[in-house]
């Protein structure tokens, strides 16, 4: 247990001294997990917005579906992802296999059916009336849209920070797809798990309260964000 | 209510202004290998991009034992400098590191089973073979030694610890790497020559613990268990201030452990398009710099060199490579 309090100690060094090599792992995780959160917003708050705005056959089997998925484990996306983006893969041509963008990629789809579920789930939870309210007011059948998720907006930024949230703690798709090259695609989880591997369990120690400190940095700041907006 | 929605159209566009922003940083991020347009992006990510972005990147995939012992750190700069390019380096154990040459992924692999290499070459895949390094397996255990092998020949070791495990599975663990590595291929090698078929080893018992992870994660688990294992003394001698298990076995014909590094044959795999670097990395890995490296990496830190040049001529031990080998530069 010893290790316990040299790791949050050295986690504190390290934040400190602002370790150059610590530093730059850190800005690339953040860097690609906030780039897949925001790529699958994209898709995701849309497509959440449509499913829950309209009535169709199979509705129900889809959120079942999309729900499902959430418990997809991150080293068969990394596979799915490897079969495609290799060279021998149909997207081989891009080149993409062992950079950052690979494992932006990744996330992405990890993370698509996390946050298109959670989107439904917030919409579900506004007022059926505010759509009718709105609409009588005059509001196109648009802007009374985006007037429910502008309500639910708490419910949708608190998906968006889950999904943020297992993007940038994931292991399995980060290691496969960037491949933990040094200073290209080695991200806090990646070297969390080399260093593991090779022992030294304090610095991982360290590693691993410097993601969690920065998942609540992030946190603080779009609450604090949304409060005022 | 029109206030409402009003500013919740300003809340969105804000999100689509943040995410086009955010999308211009990805995009050039995706695709950093021919980039050359990016230097009349003015944003500023895209400048920060673009100090790499005329840099060609060399990958490589590497055997988890060169990895595990730190020797790329050193390696790599020096590579980087001295051929203008980015070293980028992926290590997996040699099966792993092997797939990935087949499909193109990396351009060059340094790995160390003497038989898939060869089949490797006998496919077409490899190109340019050539030897850098060598140095020795060992068995190490708890230094109680409760298989009583110390002392002996790698086989009888491993007929002991058979013998020990099936007996008593509580005292007699072995840890087997479990992947399709070098040193796993070492391992079956020595089960046959101490008499077992490796599908019968595998069976045994649950003496014998296939671990499925790289060098070092299986010595400390080695260590944890109070297992033997087969390890290569350099990636033990970079763990041994970690681990209380010690050396039993070192001597043995079966112990020799020769790095070899080949370059993806762009014959074969069209998408190979960094011969003339890797013919440089093959030859640089050659080269007195790089031998003369080896000879006292590790020296300062571990008492002896981690790994043994093979220029210089120390290694004559059957199965060691030819002088070619090591000697003739590739084109």
């Known amino acids: 247990m010893q290790e316990l309090w040299e790791g949050l100690v050295q986690a504190v060094q390290l934040i400190v001294r602002l370790d150059p090599e610590v530093v730059e792992i850190s800005l690339r995780s ?12 994209l898709f995701c708050v849309p497509a959440g917005g449509m499913i829950h705005f309209h009535e169709f056959r199979g509705k129900k089997v889809l959120i079942n579906v999309i729900q499902t998925f959430y418990s997809i484990p991150t080293v068969v996306v990394g596979l799915f992802v490897f079969l495609f983006i290799s060279r021998a893969g149909p997207l081989g041509g891009l080149e993409l296999l062992f950079t950052p963008g690979a494992i932006i990629i990744g996330q992405v789809i990890l993370i698509l059916p996390i946050l298109t579920g959670m989107i439904i789930s917030a919409l579900n939870g506004v007022d059926k ?35 943020f949230g297992r993007a940038i703690s994931e292991v399995g798709a980060a290691m496969m797809l960037g491949g933990n090259i040094r200073g290209y695609t080695r991200v806090l989880t990646t070297a969390i798990s080399l260093e593991t591997q090779r022992g030294d369990l304090v610095l991982s120690l360290a590693l691993g309260i410097i993601l969690i400190s920065i998942a609540m940095v992030v946190s603080v700041i779009v609450n604090v964000l949304l409060q005022r907006y | 209510m029109k206030a409402l929605v009003t500013r919740s159209i300003r809340q969105i566009s804000l999100l689509v202004l943040l995410v086009s922003l955010l999308l211009s940083i990805v995009l050039p991020g995706c695709s950093p290998a021919a980039r050359p347009a990016a230097t009349d992006n003015k944003s500023a990510a895209a400048t920060t991009f673009a100090v790499t972005a005329g840099i060609p990147r060399f990958k490589i995939a590497t055997t988890t034992s060169l990895y595990d ?37 990396v351009d060059a692999v340094v790995v160390h089973d003497p038989e898939a290499e060869a089949q490797f070459m006998a496919d ?60 796993q291929a070492k391992e079956k090698l020595i089960w046959q020559a101490a008499g077992y078929t490796y599908t019968d080893v595998e069976k045994a018992g649950p003496w014998y613990v296939e671990a499925g992870k790289g060098m070092g994660p299986c010595l400390l688990m080695a260590n944890e268990q109070q297992a033997y294992l087969l390890a290569d003394i350099s990636t033990f001698l970079a763990y041994k201030g970690k681990v209380t298990i010690v050396p039993l076995v070192e001597q043995g014909a079966l112990f020799l452990n020769v790095y070899d590094v080949m370059a993806i044959n762009p014959a074969k795999i069209k998408t190979a398009k960094m011969l003339p670097t890797a013919n440089a990395f093959i030859n640089w890995l050659m080269s007195d710099e790089v031998q003369n490296m080896l000879a006292t990496y590790g020296v300062a830190e571990y008492g002896r060199s981690l790994f043994t040049p093979l220029k210089g001529g120390g290694c004559t031990e059957p199965g060691c490579p030819k002088l070619e080998d090591y000697t003739t530069p590739v084109k």
């Not at chain 1, 648009?142 to 419910?155: L, N, V, Y």
């Not at chain 2, 790599?76 to 193109?104: C, H, Q, S, W």
């Not at chain 2, 409760?146 to 790698?154: D, F, M, N, V, Y």
Request: glycine residues 14%; aromatic residues 10%.
């Open chain 1, 129 to 163: 009336s505010i759509k009718d309210t709105a609409l009588s007011m005059g509001a196109s059948g648009s802007q009374a849209i985006w007037t429910i998720i502008g309500e639910a907006r708490f419910a949708v930024v608190g998906a968006l920070i889950l999904g």
């Open chain 2, 69 to 105: 012992t730190g020797l790329w750190n050193y390696l790599e700069p020096m590579f980087e400098k001295k051929a203008n390019v980015r070293l980028d380096i992926v290590y997996a154990g040699t099966g792993a590191a092997l797939e990935y040459g087949k499909r193109g992924d």
């Open chain 1, 30 to 41: 953040l860097y690609v997990s906030a780039a897949a959160i925001l790529i699958a917003a």
């Open chain 2, 124 to 183: 077409g895949y490899g190109i340019n073979k050539r030897s850098f390094a060598f140095n020795h397996f060992l068995i190490a255990g708890p230094a109680a030694d409760p298989a009583g092998i110390k002392g002996l020949t790698p086989d009888q070791a491993f007929k002991k610890i058979y013998e020990g495990g099936i007996a008593d599975p509580t005292r007699v663990k072995f840890i087997s790497r479990g992947d399709s590595s070098g040193t």
